[in-house]
């Protein structure tokens, strides 16, 4: 009974404030425009390359979650012709992935926030609760991280991305970027149509995170099959850390959680 | 889907514990609406004198509800949607309890607001959406499809609130919201109709950096139309509209957050915090202030002055008027809102509700002032109410469908049950409680014992074993049996808090092997798949707290693997046969991988790989059966395991929940035809542990059941030598005899049949009682033999069904019947259908379509019909059923007068007709209420069947009022209990005067009178039965039977002469 009051008014405030420091690490990769300034935000640049081929080149800069610059080089296959292309200077593309993380981050922080010091915890169930809640928006912070969209080639084209750049893009190639893991990642689809007339039967790619060449689509009254797919991808190191900072506080709460739980086994009466 | 179930929750003394997380009060305010962090939304009366109480339960969603939103026109349609955590929406009827709509999509919603222009628009409305995902989301009202999203040009981010702007002045509807960062977007909704309708892209009106975090509300003032309030958590502020420059600033105090607030009335606003309290602020006008010290109008004399920005600004500040706070300051988070009614009889309530699951309610002031002296006036809390105290306060609804067995048991209060399991096959209800004991009684006896009058018989004599062996709560039970036949029948596994799981045999009671685990309390028990490759061996999967995962050898008796590695609670547990390999997928998205034979731990993988192990074993299992075990912690038996689900309710994270319970009962009501179609469904909540049960009813099935039932009935009885079956019977009944000698009406009752049994269905439940402990130990026989061949099986199960049926019918009939209405029919209820009086009233369930489900709470009753009348009136659903009933009895004469009622002649007949015919009458409504499109098609049969093509009208453009199932079928069954009963007073009355002169007793002469009618069930029933004998038995069935009924002269009875029983009945022989 002594030992319980004292995990709860000792060691849970001690965890939880092992946790917001851990997070609030995390958040700070994350590198929050504080309060909506968005002034002074480092921009980072990344080179992406493949491991091989040099047929993609790339260099992607990122400021916060978004995109604001990116230089694409393109070299065809076919005719060996070398394609440039960047963002145009007024635009910038958010990576919807990392803004989604940020904001799961922060109301996990806020979550711990609202217990600090002060607070008294009363029951066990509180504290279950509360890192239920936690871990929660932790685990979907990592989720956005781990698992990119499945987007479906049609929505690729529609999507804002392909107006963005100067000189634009051909209309046989599509660009995507997305995140995985650790990872930035950028894929090339370069696109030839399929005449109405082709014997060949039509059937729509579904949604995937990466098509694969020979995945036809419609879009536009046009019905287009995928030639060649392009991936290049680049490690940002602030993500890694921010994942490893997921995992680690996530392990927390659960320790927490079993401490809590070993209590209640121990009395057989209802202690929550 | 299944609509014709019908579901009676039986409660424990606890109440399901409900977390609210979002709340709201109807426009009408007369319903309070609760989503809580367990996945149930809660339905709370209000009345006008703003007392709580509450009435339903909604089941359906798996996850924490996140909000609550009107989803109609209320006037309209009594509609409104909730959100969860994990994407489910859900728009239920308010009234009915009922799930209209329900949809899963990828999106978590923080708030829902319905917007509908009337004349500008098709459809049922849009529900704004904003939550963890860019800007705002269109969903459909009616079709909870997304259509359209309403996109910013910059800054997109999460929104975090958001308010609709009505506003006169520009005659424009927008949408003002404000960003997880700060920025506030403001949407034109009226203008931007058509747009959206052709699904070209909206994009902001205008956009403005706030410099404020975590924003939690944000109001527009509708009195000035001028002022904006925007609340974050560590202040709040006021902006002028039409520019939105800032007013005014208000920090809150350090340990406080504020969590909302509301517009009160012109430069009066409320705010609160999310610890539960609340603060009215006055915004003062400094100029009008400096001429009159202390103005509370400043209001009016603002409205003098030009209304100009430049005068607005810098002269409003808050001045704090009145204040609500909570009694002892709570620990728990609070979720509060406000209702803001002007007209009568409407109030201003100030509402919230507890982690706890208490509500509060605050009546706030028209003209709320401060004390004299100036400082701020506490505003008293009106009314407060938790699901407990209702529990409490009904105490006799709230019983625990096996708490009068521990109450009798040894006077000890009665232990809290923690988990149970049904095993439909044996009609057994397992019930482990929180002190250690196993309880194994019979289900459908248990249940009428809980649940009917009288029945102290029945509960004296209900067999139940107690098995003693674990030392804490008896945390999870598993009847392995259920699904896969290489299982024992008579084993069933409980695994208790102690960390042991013992292996019972169920019919004896004796432990047959103790597995001491030591790795911290049982949470799970779980069935080995089928194509394990050592088939013949029993094996069990247990999970236990310390995320351990244990294989227990039910034959050898060993434990063959214990995984102790896991860091995360264990979420999967799949079974790789051709490498002998069991892989465990944890909460945090992690593979353990162990081989089998040495007991060690293979691979340990993360991330993508885990992933694709999980998956690509699903794939491989799937190909050579339905071998794999698809476990998710929180439902507590796979999907192959069939019968029961019990389900917790786990807040977060995703889990099967009810929607399995609910599909696998319904398959199972669907599959398992020859059975069951009466079913204990044991439910279990997440955070307590308590526990409770929902019977479930089939009506349809059991209205097939009673028909073929009794056809196979006069079958049997005129083949009554040469048939096997009734054999079989026979040697039964004669066993039972064997245990009856010294009863004497032992010997009369050896051929009992089904018919027989049900009108003297209160000695045979005494015979069986008695007959119990053969029957089981004759149970057990059968199933050992069943084994060898199935076909005696199947027999003698058939046969039990005749008089589980009609046990069944009789008990959903006394849940359905308004007690107390009219004394007369409850005599005759009690008397002659056997359908005996309620303990209490009974929560009734509505099973809507797709697994959703509303269970009326203890306590349902006491507003709607609270003084009917001076007699205690029980079970009556509302004021409504007796007009309904009254105005079905009118159709139902004028239709009958020209007929000259053939038909009713036959309700007075039998009593086990009686009990048919009111049960296909309820199967009949059912049905028509359910699928009112296919009445139209079919009307013609059904007018057949119904005898009236008005009554069948009638109960259309029932359902077509939104009355309730319930009612339209508590109400035809009293109108059809009315004409049942006048039938058979007609026929009384002719025989009134010979049993007048008999009995020359004008005291007794309801006595006669009521063995008239007996007799005349018995005359059908002799009438089948040649052998006088069996006369002999039901009638002292009938002695048996009045002997019961309190209102009797005992001696008098016993006196009366059998000869003259004989003699009627021989008479009516004749024919």
Sequence with gaps: EEEFKWLLQEEVHAVLKQLQDILKEASQRFALPAGGSAGAVKQQNFALSTSGTDQVKGVLTLQGDALCQADVNLKMPRNNQLLHFAFREDKQWKLQQIQDARNHVNQAIYLLMNRDVSYQFKTGSEVLKLMDAVMLQLSRARNRLTTPATLTLPEIASSGLTKMFTPALPPDILVNFYINLNKLCLTVYQLHVLQPSTTKNFKPAGGSILHNPGAMFEFGNQRYEVSHVHKVECVIPWLNDALVFFTVSLQLCQQLKDKISVFSSYWNYRPY | MKVSVQAVAVWGKIAPSHSVTAIMITDDQQTIVTG??????????????????????????????????????????????????????????????????????????????????????????????????????????????VLHTLSSSQYSDWINCMCIVHSVRIQEDSLVAVSVTGVLKVWDLSSSLNSIQERQSVCEKESKSLDCINCQAVRFCTYTERLLLVVSSTCWQVYDYCDFSLLCTEFCKSGQCFAGGEVLAAYRLIIWTEDGHSYIYQLLNRWAQMGNSHKKFSGLSKSIYPADGKVLKETVYPHLLCFTGVKENKSFPFVMGFMNERKEPFYKVLFSGEASGRITLWHVPDVPVSTFDGSPKEIPITATWTLQDNFDEHHSMSEGIIDHLCASKDGIKSAVVSSSVYIPSLDKLVCGCENGKIFVTLGLKTARARLLENVSLLKDYLPYKVLNGHSSRVTCLLYPHDKSVRFDPSWLLSGGQDSVVICWDIFTGSIIHQFDLQSGPVTELLRFPENYRLKDHSIVCCVCSDHSVAILHLQKRVCLLHARKHLFPVKKIKFDPVENLLIVGCEDESVYIWEIETGTL????????????????????????????????????????????????????????????????????????????????????????????????????????????????????????????LERVKSTTEKRVLTLKRNKIAGSISPVDGQVDTVCSNQVCRDKNAARPLEESGGMKRHKKMKSSRKIRMQPSGNIDVTVTSDTAKLLLSCLLPWGVDKEIDNLCVRHLDILRLQCPVSFGLVSSENHLSLMLPGWKCTDCGVLEERAVINLFSK????????????????????????????????????????????????????????????????????????????????????????????????????????????????????????????????????????????????????????????????????????????????????????????????
Excluded at chain 2, 50 to 59: H, Q, T, Y
Excluded at chain 2, 103 to 127: D, N, Q, V
Excluded at chain 2, 644 to 670: A, N, R
């Design chain 2, 36 to 145: 809580s962090q367990e996945g149930q939304i809660c339905l709370w009366d209000l009345s006008s004198e703003l007392k709580i109480s509450s009435k339903e339960i909604l089941f359906g969603h798996t996850a924490s509800v996140t909000c609550l939103a009107k989803a109609r026109e209320f006037e309209k349609q009594p509609y409104v949607v909730s959100a969860t955590e994990n994407g489910e929406m859900c728009v239920w009827n308010v009234t009915s309890g009922q799930c209209i709509e329900n949809a899963k999509l990828p999106y978590r919603h923080t708030a829902i607001y319905y917007y509908h222009c009337s004349f500008r628009m098709t459809g049922e409305g849009w529900l704004l959406c904003c939550g963890e995902y860019q800007d705002v989301l269109i969903i459909d009202a009616k079709t909870l499809g």
């Design chain 2, 602 to 725: 293979e691979r340990h993988e993360t991330g993508e790989t885990a992933k694709v192990i999980l998956t690509s074993i699903e794939d491989s299992e799937y190909l050579v059966a339905d071998a794999l075990l698809p476990v998710s912690q929180e439902s507590k038996r796979n999907k192959n395991a069939g019968y029961k689900h019990s389900s917790s309710y786990k807040h977060g994270m995703v889990s099967y929940s009810l929607t399995h319970t609910e599909k696998s009962s319904d398959k199972l009501t669907d599959t398992s035809c020859i059975q069951q179609p009466f079913t204990i469904l044991p439910v279990k909540t997440k955070w307590n542990n308590a526990n409770f049960h929902i019977l479930l009813f089939d009506v349809e099935k059991l209205e097939e059941l009673l028909l073929s039932s009794q056809l196979s009935g006069l079958k049997s009885s005129n083949s009554f030598h040469n048939s096997d079956t």
């Design chain 2, 880 to 1071: 409504r059923v007796i007009d309904l009933s009254n105005k079905y009895l009118a159709a139902a004469e004028g239709q009958t007068g020209e007929k000259d009622g053939p038909e009713n002649n036959d309700y007075g007949t039998k009593g086990l007709e009686t009990v048919f015919f009111l049960f296909s009458r309820i199967a009949l409504i059912n049905r028509i209420i359910n699928i009112p499109s296919a009445v139209t098609g079919k009307s013609r049969y059904y007018s057949m069947d119904f005898g009236s093509v008005s009554l069948l009208k009638l109960i259309c453009c029932w359902s077509d009022q939104s009355i309730k199932i319930i009612e339209a079928m508590q109400a035809v069954l009293l109108a059809e209990v009315q004409m049942a009963m006048n039938t058979l007073r007609k026929t009384t009355i002719c025989s009134d005067p010979l049993a007048i002169v008999e009995n020359g007793n004008g005291k007794l002469q309801t006595l006669p009178k009521t063995e008239e009618r007996d007799l005349q069930y018995i005359k059908n029933v002799s009438l089948l039965f040649s052998a006088l004998k069996h006369d002999k038995s039901s009638n002292s069935a009938n002695f048996q039977d009045v002997e019961d009924t309190p209102d009797r002269c005992v001696l008098e009875e016993s006196e009366s002469p059998g000869e003259r029983h004989l003699k009627t009945i021989t008479k009516y022989q004749v024919p």
